[in-house]
Every structure is written in C-alpha cells, then in structure tokens.
T-cell receptor, first 112, second 107 residues
C-alpha cells in the first residue's frame, strides 16, 4: 500500500454534470499528478501540481481543472461531463518533480 | 503515432520462463518509468530509469538512451507476476504512456 488515497472509489454521473475527485498524497510528498485511464488503454497524463501550482499539463480541455492544497492533497474537477470521460482516474504523489511516483487506487467514473 | 510503443501487447509464459517486455519512445526524455498494474487498477511503480540498468529482486530494467529503447526483464517468472506492465516516459513536465503489455504466467 502506497499511502496515497483517493475518494470516492466509484462514481456515476450523467452527461453535463460536474464532478470533483480527491486525492491525499503520501506524507511529505509535494507533487501530485493526475491521470485518466480509459478501459483497455494506458493512462493519459492530465496535469501535475507542485507546491500548489500547476506544473505541467497534458492534452485535456480546460473543463478539466485541478487544485492542490497547502497540505498537498489535491482535487480534480471535471465540468460538463461527456460520455467519453468515463474512465479510471488515478492520482500519484512524489517527493518532487521527477521522483518516483506512488499511485492511489483510483476513482472509477461512469458517465451515463 | 504514440510517443511510447510497447511490445508485445499480450504475453503468455510458463512459470519459470525468462520474460522480456520492450518499450520504444520517440521523444527526448528525462526519465523512463516501468509500472505494474494488477486487475482492479492498482498501479505500482517498479523502476525509474534515466540511464543504464536497475535490478530489484527478479526484475531487471535497462535503458539505451541513444536508441530510445528500454526493456523490462523478469527472471524465473511466477503466476503472481501476471499483470499489465506499462512503460511511461517523462519529457519536461509531460508524461507519455504506452498502452501496456498484458502478461499471464501459467503454473
């Protein structure tokens, strides 16, 4: 077990709704990255937060946004949900940018 | 074209066999990661490499920066090694992932 926790574990939403996913990083880790993994695919990088600032972003539209808090926990927000947003959302924390990442168990989001 | 390509996509081996999974990438990188994902989604980071070779137990990872290629080897494979193995590379503040190699080790 990595010490990285995510909530909720599962979530069902409808198209057009908004969702917030949460991640608590491993103690002492100041960097959190978020990934989307569609069924049968490899993960796709959404963005990374380092010390509360966005520190890199993948090819995702602005309706995917995030936050990192002073305790280094993080949120992923997705607005105007689309069916294709159905996926496993993973967060990973690390001691710094470029260090080994420790993954949480993921949140499974289903958009109907 | 994906920035990261893995081969093979699927692999079935008998217990005890030596296994090799390959990863090729097309971008300049600062580090390459090998990840293991078990059914249910949990991901474990196995190695982070920027050069040379690393070994952990029965797992060995190598990288050739000039050839933009990395391999993950599993010696004396065991059914508990059955999982999806994912290669990921980091370029600046971007991460690119392969689609994974699904390994099944049969007793």
């Amino acid at each position: 077990e990595t010490g990285v926790t995510q909530s909720p574990t599962h979530l069902i939403k409808t198209r057009g709704q908004q969702v917030t996913l949460r991640c608590s990083s491993q103690s002492g880790h100041n960097t959190v990255s978020w990934y989307q993994q569609a069924l049968g695919q490899g993960p796709q990088f959404i963005f990374q937060y380092y010390r509360e600032e966005e520190n890199g972003r993948g090819n995702f539209p602005p309706r995917f946004s995030g936050l990192q808090f002073p305790n280094y926990s993080s949120e992923l927000n997705v607005n105007a949900l689309e069916l294709d947003d159905s996926a496993l959302y993973l967060c990973a924390s690390s001691l710094g940018n470029g260090e080994t990442q420790y993954f949480g168990p993921g949140t499974r989001l289903l958009v109907l | 074209k994906n920035e990261v390509e893995q081969s093979p996509q699927n692999l079935t081996a008998q217990e005890g066999e030596f296994i090799t999974i390959n990863c090729s990438y097309s971008v300049g990188i600062s580090a390459l990661h090998w990840l293991q994902q078990h059914p249910g989604g949990g991901i474990v980071s196995l190695f982070m490499l920027s050069s040379g070779k690393k070994k952990h137990g029965r797992l060995i990872a190598t990288i050739n920066i000039q050839e933009k290629h990395s391999s993950l080897h599993i010696t004396a494979s065991h059914p508990r090694d059955s999982a999806v193995y994912i290669c990921a590379v980091r370029k600046s503040n971007q991460f690119y992932f392969g689609t994974g190699t699904s390994l099944t080790v049969i007793p």
